[in-house]
Structures are given as structure tokens and as C-alpha cells.
């Protein structure tokens, strides 16, 4: 673009007709101070014309207008009037200092005019740039700051349309936002792409016109395109279209343009390597998940298995002659084993319908020892001669619960006192109630869990390690399906350490609203 087509005719022709008219009005003024009013010397009424020009329209136009008031005023006032020749050596200094001073007004007014543009300008480009920042920083993702930052640029940097596509080229780009629902997408006619950085300097604009006939443009707007980068890489362009008779954006527009894109650019980046962190975490988790599920049920299935073939081949095999007490207790070891497999179906089929979603509730008002004390009957044998305290207190409130899913929790706690506390470890079951929720606490008097693995308890085939003198581990079932069924009932368990000095697991039940009254018909 050359010199003569960066001109602007109407800011100049603006400038020509305010500096002409501040000068008419001077020389209005002069003439009625000088020859109505008898003032010897009213030159100094130019400096406020020069001054004036130079808070409206900058130090140039000021300085055209001093140099004009110089020869006005030496045409019109000095004699010989109507004529440049000056016959009196003390006309010469006047017009000397008019000239100088009036420069001098000029450039100091008009360089404190610029001043104080600028700063309102870099203000602007600062506010700009802060609502970026801060559209960034609220939004949860990228995408869903992006239509708030198009339409503040397409407010900030002055331009009739912004929107930002996504792609590896430009000419294969899709839009993802836009200002407004009228925006194009990149097409290939011509456009200005902002150039990198160059050592000193602004940014530049480079036009860029592809090959082939020229796209027919339907409008008079100039389209301008900023990359957006990862690291050397395009991954889409921030685009902008705005009348081409307002000539390319400025400096302070331009800043703002490639300071925007910088920072979509890194936030789109960011939501990617934030979306590759979750797939690989939940890949690591479900990779994790199977592992310890194939551990676990390879090695809980597999030894139960193994002592029910040995033992039914042993009541098969002819050669072996058993006495009537030693087939009733192979039998019961079978029995034993067998029904250890089913807890383990029955662990694994309730932790797979609690994690597909799939576990219905049937919920019923019930009191809270219609839900403990037969879980504890049931649980009677496993407990063995166990010291067993129950206190409850004779106010508590019924409970709104499922009361076969109730019924397996119980039984789950219960049966994770009995397998991981000694014969004679004592055990206590309370409740306290308050305004929402009864809490029946199960603790017990064993070794306890230790605190880096308390939180890990309620994880799913998370095992503590167990003590020597207990028989084997669970297979770290059991208490994620206690959570898993009690969340859906709308309860939820937390552990800690019992006043026993075992493990304290609270299972809190909603309360049962209190029933309401029906009025007798009128």
C-alpha cells in the first residue's frame, strides 16, 4: 500500500476546516481589537487559535496553523497592508516571536494532546485486554469463554465481525465462535495475516492474495487473520473483518488482536493436554480396576476351588474310607467353601450394578432395630463369642430405607467385624439420631486399620493388610458395596478409629418424615 493511499482525506479535510475557521476567528478578532477598539498590538489573540488547534486536532496541525497566523497577520495588519514586506524593524520582532511562540504552544499543547490520547488508548487496550483475561480465567473450559471473548474483541479492536476457527490449515478451518451469526468462514479471497514479531517495532500486516480469480466480495470489509499456535504448530486463526475505508486496525488495535490470540491459543492447548490427562487417567484407572479385579477374583476363586475338588475327591475317590465324623466335616468344608464363592458372585454382581447405574431402591419407613437386630441374628454364628453391646436409645426416629439393600449393608459390617477381629474381640452397635439422619455406629475392639489406610477403605478391592493371627483377607468388596448401597439409599458411611480400639464405620439413614395429619371431610 503506498504513501498516497494511506492518506485520510476526511480526517485531513477536518483538520484543514478547523484550523481555517479558528484562524477567521482570530483575525475577526484582531481586527475588531486593532482597528475598532484602538488596541496598538493584538497578536497574541492568534495563540489561542493555535492552541485551540492543537487540543483538537494535534502539534502538526497546530504548528500549519502558527505558520498561518504568522502571514495573516503580516498580510492583513502590518503596513504596508495586503502585502508581505514589513517596513518597520519592530513588526519584524513581533512576527518573529508571534511565529515561535505560536510553534511552541502548538507543539507543547499538541504534544500533551497526544499524551493524554495515548493514555486513554493504552487504557482501553489494557481494560481490553483484562476482559480477555478474565473471560479466560472464569470460564471452566476454553470453549465456553470463547463467544464472550469474540464479541468484547469485536467491540475493543473496532472491527464489524470476529470469530475464531479451528483447524489444521486456515482453508480447512471451522468456525467454533463468533460475534455474531452473520460471520463468514475463512474463504479463499484475499486477506491480511499479522506478520511475527520483528526485532523492533510493531507487528506488521501481511497481504496475502492467493492464486486463481479473485473472490467476489459481497461487502467493503477487509478481513485480517491472526494464527493461533501451538508452539510452531497452527491449530486454527482468530479472525476479523471491519470496513476497509477505515484502512488497517492500529497499533493499539493490532496489540490487542495478537495478544487475544496468544491467549486462546494457550487456552485451547490447555484444554487438550487437560482432556489427553483425563483419558490417560481413566485409562490408568480402568487398566488399574481390571488388574486388581483379575487378581482378586483369580486368586478368591481359585482357592475356595481348590478346596472343593479336594475335598468332594476325597469323598469320591473308593480307596479312601471315612469315617461318619470326617465325611460330615468335608461336607461342611464343601458347604464352607461354596458359600464363600457365592459371596464373592454376590460382591462382584452388587458392585457391578451399583457402578452401571442399575441398583433400584424400593424405599420403606421402618424402625431402626427392625433393620439391625435381625442382620445381627443372622450374623450370630459368624460373631461366634464375641462380647456384643447394643444400645439405642428408646426416641429414635423411624428411617426411610431400602430394607433389602438395608439388610446387606448390615450383614457386609457384620461380617467385616467377624473376619477381621480376633474370636474374642469385643464389639457394640449404637445409634444417636438428629433432625435428618439416625447414625448406627458398628465398632469394634481388633488391631483397628492404619491411617494412611483409612481413606482407602471404602475403595473398591482395596485390601488392609492383615494381621498374622487372622485367617485371610477379603477381597476388598465389602465395604465399597456398604457405600455404594447406602449412597443409594440416600444415606452415606465413614470410618474412624472406635473408642474400642478397632475400626468405627457411622452408617447414617434418612429420617422418616413425620406422617401427616388427614382432615375429616367437611
Do not use: C
Not at 480396576?289 to 481348590?306: G, N
Request: proline fraction near 7%.
Amino acid at each position: 500500500m503506498s504513501w498516497r493511499q494511506r492518506i485520510d482525506w476526511r480526517t485531513l479535510g477536518t483538520t484543514f476546516a478547523v484550523a481555517v475557521a479558528a484562524l477567521g476567528a482570530s483575525i475577526l478578532g484582531v481586527y475588531l481589537l486593532e482597528k475598532r477598539a484602538g488596541v496598538r498590538d493584538a497578536s497574541t489573540v492568534f495563540l489561542l487559535a493555535v492552541a485551540l488547534v492543537a487540543y483538537l486536532r494535534g502539534s502538526w496541525a497546530a504548528v500549519g496553523t502558527a505558520l498561518g497566523a504568522f502571514l495573516a497577520y503580516n498580510y492583513l495588519f502590518l503596513p504596508p497592508e495586503f502585502t508581505f514586506l514589513v517596513s518597520d524593524p519592530q513588526h519584524i520582532l513581533t512576527l518573529g516571536l508571534l511565529l515561535a511562540v505560536g510553534i511552541a504552544i502548538g507543539r507543547l499543547t499538541g504534544l500533551q494532546r497526544d499524551q493524554a490520547r495515548r493514555s486513554e488508548r493504552r487504557e482501553h487496550e489494557a481494560r481490553a485486554l483484562f476482559n480477555v483475561s478474565r473471560a479466560i480465567a472464569l470460564a471452566k473450559r476454553m470453549k465456553d469463554a470463547l463467544p464472550v471473548l469474540v464479541a468484547s474483541l469485536a467491540e475493543d479492536a473496532g472491527m464489524t465481525r470476529v470469530w475464531i476457527g479451528l483447524g489444521s490449515t486456515w482453508a480447512q478451518e471451522q468456525v467454533v465462535a463468533a460475534s455474531d451469526s452473520e460471520a463468514d468462514t475463512p474463504s479463499s479471497g484475499p486477506h491480511s495475516i499479522l506478520g511475527k514479531r520483528p526485532a523492533e517495532g510493531q507487528p506488521a500486516w501481511v497481504r496475502l492474495s492467493p492464486p486463481g480469480p479473485p473472490a467476489p466480495r459481497r461487502d467493503s470489509l477487509a478481513l485480517y487473520r491472526v494464527e493461533l499456535v501451538d508452539g510452531s504448530e497452527p491449530i486454527g486463526s482468530l479472525w476479523a473483518a471491519r470496513d476497509a475505508r477505515l484502512g488497517p486496525p492500529s497499533g493499539e488495535e493490532t496489540r490487542l488482536l495478537a495478544a487475544a490470540a496468544d491467549q486462546i491459543g494457550q487456552g485451547i492447548v490447555r484444554d487438550r493436554l487437560s482432556e489427553q490427562a483425563t483419558e490417560l487417567e481413566v485409562s490408568r484407572r480402568s487398566e488399574e480396576l481390571k488388574a486388581a479385579l483379575l487378581d482378586s477374583v483369580s486368586h478368591d476363586l481359585r482357592t475356595p476351588l481348590a478346596t472343593i475338588r479336594a475335598s468332594a475327591g476325597t469323598l469320591a475317590d473308593p480307596n479312601v474310607e471315612l469315617t461318619p465324623s470326617e465325611a460330615r466335616a468335608t461336607a461342611q468344608e464343601i458347604d464352607a467353601e461354596a458359600d464363600r464363592l457365592a459371596n464373592l458372585v454376590s460382591g462382584l454382581l452388587d458392585m457391578s450394578r451399583i457402578t452401571g447405574g442399575a441398583l433400584e431402591t424400593r424405599p420403606e419407613t421402618m424402625p431402626v432395630d427392625a433393620v439391625v437386630l435381625p442382620a445381627l441374628q443372622r450374623a450370630r454364628m459368624a460373631l461366634g463369642q464375641r462380647p456384643i453391646k447394643v444400645e439405642f436409645p428408646d426416641d429414635l426416629p423411624p428411617v426411610v430405607v431400602d430394607p433389602v439393600l438395608a439388610s446387606q449393608v448390615l450383614d457386609n459390617l457384620l461380617e467385616n467385624v467377624a473376619r477381621h477381629t480376633l474370636p474374642d474381640a469385643p464389639m457394640r452397635i449404637s445409634a444417636a439420631a438428629d433432625s435428618q439422619a439416625v447414625t448406627v455406629r458398628v465398632e469394634d475392639g481388633g488391631a483397628g486399620v492404619p491411617p494412611d489406610a483409612m481413606p482407602h477403605i471404602f475403595e473398591k478391592f482395596y485390601r488392609v493388610p492383615a494381621r498374622r493371627e487372622l485367617a485371610r483377607q477379603g477381597t476388598g468388596l465389602g465395604l465399597s458395596v456398604v457405600k455404594g448401597m447406602a449412597e443409594a439409599m440416600g444415606g452415606s458411611v465413614a470410618a474412624s478409629r472406635s473408642e474400642l480400639g478397632g475400626l468405627a464405620i457411622d452408617l447414617r439413614l434418612p429420617v422418616a418424615p413425620p406422617p401427616v395429619d388427614e382432615e375429616p371431610p367437611a
